[in-house]
């Protein structure tokens, strides 16, 4: 009786401690986006600075190399809004054809993809920058943004399964009153596998947005640099980094992924049945 009178305050104490562990890196980063350079790696382990120096937020959104902070996230955001579009769209309509769809190798082709998406994305790195390079599309963000266009391997597995748990009786219902294919996918099935868009648009969000290795590759011109690249650019090999107006953008560079996740969350735990009933 002790026992299950003391249970739920004592999970409840443990998560939180668990939670305030979890989250103790941003609290470090937060605390540290308002501390001098010099005193943001002393051994003191004060989180409180001393003296708040709000300098660091108007340091960095200045940027570098004359260009403003501001600057890179359009720049991150034009890409991760189209990388995010065609993926989920494209993602969509081969799980589709993977699910409702009867062609010759259906199980092939969906098997050859299941490889690609265990495939480690450093092993196609150099084949791909061979294939723009000899496209002429080095410099631009048509290499990040569209190989987008052709699904993304996991988004497809993913929605495959939530297409696959809709009863088919609604397709022949759908048939039965006229409905096309491009019908039954655009009236039938996108409204039904709406969590599991949203799950695709959150994650393809981060993705793009952290994403460092592409523009790493492919942007040559800082007129065109990305969040990541212009973090970046605080930093100074001779010794010389602003560590203070980089961590106060990278605070700034979690808002748009915050805002995301609180706009998308509740589609996440949206069940398919309670979207087919509505």
Known sequence: MVWKKTKWPVYHLFVGLLAIVMVYPVIWLLVSSFKKSSTIFTTSTSLIPHPW??????????????????????????IVI??????????????????????????????????????????????????FSKLHWLGSIKPIVVPQFFGIPFFIFLMVQFIRSIPRELDEAATIDGVGKFGLFFRIIIPLIVPSLATAAIFSFYWRWEDLMGPLLY???????????????????????????????????????LLVFFLFQKYIVEGISTSGLK
């Open 82 to 131: 189209i990388s995010t579009i065609g993926a989920v769209l494209s993602s969509a309509f081969i799980a589709f054809g993977f699910a409702r769809l009867k062609f010759v190798g259906r199980g092939v082709w969906f098997g050859i993809m299941m490889v690609t998406l265990m495939l480690p994305h450093d092993v196609v790195l150099v084949p791909q920058y061979i294939l």
């Open 219 to 257: 942007l040559n011109k800082p007129s065109s640099y990305t969040v990541s690249l212009g973090l970046k650019m605080f930093l100074d090999s001779e010794g010389l980094s602003n560590w203070g107006a980089m961590f106060a953008m990278s605070i700034v560079s979690l808002l748009p992924v």
């Open 53 to 78: 120096v709000w300098e660091n937020y108007k340091l960095g959104w200045s940027g570098a190399s004359d260009i403003s902070f501001g600057h890179y996230i359009y720049n991150s955001l034009e």
